[in-house]
C-alpha cells in the first residue's frame, strides 16, 4: 500500500530564512506521480507541483524548488527568502498509476509552517 | 483559469435540517470530488465521479448523499447529520479525459465550514 510520510508536524522560521519541508513516500509501483498543496488558513488547497517518476530533475519555480530522489524515495520542498505569506499548511500527495480504476489520492499529514516576521 | 466555485462558504445546521453543498468548474473536467477534511488532519475522499457517474464511494454514511446533475456541478445532500460530521468539505476536479484516474492533477474550491449542532 502507499504511503506518505510527513514527519515535520510544525516548523516556524523567522522571515526571509529558507527552510525545506520534508516528504519520504512508500509504494509498490514503478509509475507514480507526487504532488504538493498548500493550504492557507483560508482553507482551499493550491495545487503546486505534479511530477512522475520518471522525471528525476529538479524543479525551480520562482522562490519554490522541489528536490525529487528516488533513490531515497524522497520529495522535499524548499521555500527560499521566505515570507509571511508562505504561511500555511502543506501537503505532499501520492498517486500509483494502475489499471483498477479505484487508485487514490495519498496525502501526507501535513506540515504547518510558520513565518514570524 | 483554475477555479472550483463551492457554495454556501459557511455552513450551521441541526441534526434534524437537510441542506445542500454546491461545487461548480468551467475548466471542461470530467471527474469530480468530495473531501472532508477534519482540523489537523489531511482530506479524506468521500466520493468520485466520472463523466458524471458514481465511481468511488468510500463507505460513507447514507446521510450523505452526492449528485452530479451535469459535467459542471456537484452537489452534496445532507441529511439527520451528527456533530462528528463537523468538517471542513472540499470539492476538486481533475481533467478525467479517458475516465477517472487519481494521477490527474486536481483542483480544489475554497470549502465549505460545516457545524453540526
Known amino acids: 500500500a502507499q504511503k506518505v510520510t510527513q514527519a515535520q508536524t510544525e516548523i516556524s522560521v523567522v522571515e526571509k530564512e529558507d527552510v525545506t519541508l520534508d516528504c519520504v513516500y512508500e509504494t509498490r509501483d514503478t509509475t507514480y506521480y507526487l504532488f504538493w498543496y498548500k493550504q492557507p488558513p483560508s482553507g482551499e488547497l493550491v495545487f503546486l507541483i505534479r511530477r512522475n517518476s520518471f522525471d528525476e530533475q529538479n524543479e525551480i519555480s520562482g522562490r519554490y524548488s522541489w528536490n525529487f530522489q528516488k533513490s531515497t524515495s524522497s520529495f522535499n520542498f524548499t521555500i527560499t527568502a521566505s515570507q509571511v505569506v508562505d504561511s500555511a499548511v502543506y501537503f505532499c500527495a501520492l498517486s500509483e498509476e494502475t489499471n483498477f480504476g479505484n487508485e487514490k489520492l495519498t496525502f501526507g499529514t501535513g506540515t504547518r509552517l510558520t513565518i514570524i516576521p | 483559469d483554475t477555479e472550483v466555485t463551492q457554495t454556501p462558504k459557511h455552513l450551521v445546521m441541526g441534526m434534524t435540517n437537510k441542506k445542500s453543498l454546491k461545487c461548480e468548474q468551467h475548466?471542461?473536467?470530467?471527474?469530480m470530488y468530495w473531501y472532508k477534511q477534519k482540523a489537523k488532519k489531511p482530506p479524506e475522499l468521500m466520493f468520485v465521479y466520472s463523466y458524471e457517474k458514481l465511481s468511488i464511494n468510500e463507505s460513507v454514511p447514507s446521510r450523505f448523499s452526492p449528485e452530479c446533475p451535469n459535467s459542471s456541478l456537484l452537489n452534496l445532500h445532507l441529511h439527520a447529520l451528527q456533530p462528528e460530521d463537523s468538517a471542513l468539505y472540499l470539492c476538486?476536479?481533475?481533467?478525467?479525459?479517458?475516465?477517472?484516474?487519481?494521477?490527474?492533477?486536481?483542483?480544489f474550491g475554497p470549502g465549505t465550514r460545516l457545524t453540526v449542532l
Open positions: 475548466m471542461g473536467h470530467r471527474a
Open positions: 476538486a476536479s481533475s481533467r478525467g479525459r479517458a475516465g477517472y484516474t487519481s494521477t490527474d492533477t486536481q483542483y
